[in-house]
């Protein structure tokens, strides 16, 4: 299902955290659950993976992780601040100690001159420390494309954070 490359940076990720005891959630939107769902693929990761939101609508960001209604609309749901918020309603709504939450435009439809097809804002979060966020504009590349570059993104930023 997954690419052995991306199989490899879960493996990863799961050992560092696994390392420094660390249990990790997913605040998942344009990605819906491929994020966790990745990281399940490894044999292993119940003890690590404490659990994965999928919070594909406002609503469910809004009720999920507590994302304040006012980000979403002052903001827009795919957002610097909404995937901060996403991170840290992960992590405060779970027993997890690091989050990573992930909210874009996959396409093919949905994009506007100011949030084309292919932006996706992602944060990581460790329970007490900073918030971090990258920006990231695939393109229009294909909707399969943007997600798994998503996960690849995703990843990477967890590794870094833990």
Known sequence: MFSPALLSLAETVLDVARAKKLRLATAESCTG?????????IPGSSDVLERGFVTYSNKA???MLGVPHALITDHGAVSEEVA???AEGAVANSSAQVAV?????????GGT??????LV????CRKGGPTLH?????GDIGRTEVRLETVKAAL???RRLI
């Open 113 to 118: 001159k100011a949030k084309p097809v292919g």
């Open 101 to 109: 939450a992930v909210t874009g435009i996959a396409g093919p439809s």
């Open 134 to 138: 990258e920006e990231h504009c695939f």
């Open 61 to 63: 960001k809004e009720e």
């Open 84 to 86: 901060r918020a996403m």
């Open 156 to 158: 990477e930023l967890l």
């Open 33 to 41: 659950g491929l994020i966790a769902g990745l990281l399940t693929e």
């Open 121 to 124: 804002h992602l944060a990581a």
